[in-house]
């Protein structure tokens, strides 16, 4: 019933869920110890979860993009665009989804094995949604300077993609993703240089979690 990755074990009730390779006899206790179950519920594979989250965004933006007569009706209007950025925006948001997958598969590495199964509806619908409302209307840089000002560089260039990818499609949605997107990308910045700080006690003081200088 509760397999490895759904148990959370602490020392204390508050505090952080003890890894899977911490050895009890090691762990900053006497004689005796209390230690605290807590079951975290069903879980499931981070790599299953980018593939789902990323898959659904290729292919919904696709249904839009090509005016299916079942979403649009069968008015000319509505079936055909004749503005070239509707390709450009279909060609750059294909190739950055397309890139995710094949990060996924071939180059991430998680610190954690899994997350609640319960939060792919929540991410599912961030990703798959947005991608419905950003096509009805109408690039990373590998530079490795900003290793030297951010902690977090992948998430400073997707934003700056996004920034990007809102100028030239000039809509609404596309702006509001984006905003959306820096958020949540900066909370996994600040974490992640967090972690860095506490590893490494000689990380440089300049280096900033998302924004050189700034954030």
Known sequence: RWYPARQSIKLDPKGKSLRDEEILQHLPVGTTATLYFKDLGPQIGWTTVFLIEYTGPLFIYFLFYFRMPFVYGLD???????????????????????????ETVFVHRFSHGTMPLRN????????????AWLIPYPTKNPFTWLFFFVSCPNY???????????????CVPV????????????????????????EFKD?????????????
């Open 76 to 102: 000319e209007r509505f079936t055909s665009s004749p503005h070239p950025v509707v390709n450009l925006a279909c060609i750059c948001h294909s190739f950055h989804y397309i890139k995710r997958l094949i």
């Open 120 to 131: 792919i509806v929540k991410n599912c619908l961030y990703y798959w949604g947005f991608a």
């Open 175 to 198: 702006g509001l993703f984006t905003l959306l997107c820096f958020i949540q990308m900066t909370i996994w910045a600040k974490d992640k240089h967090c972690t860095y700080l506490r």
């Open 203 to 215: 990380y440089p003081s300049l280096r900033m979690p998302i924004i050189p200088f700034l954030l």
């Open 156 to 170: 400073t260039y997707e934003v700056g993609t996004w920034i990007s990818f809102t100028i030239m499609t000039q």
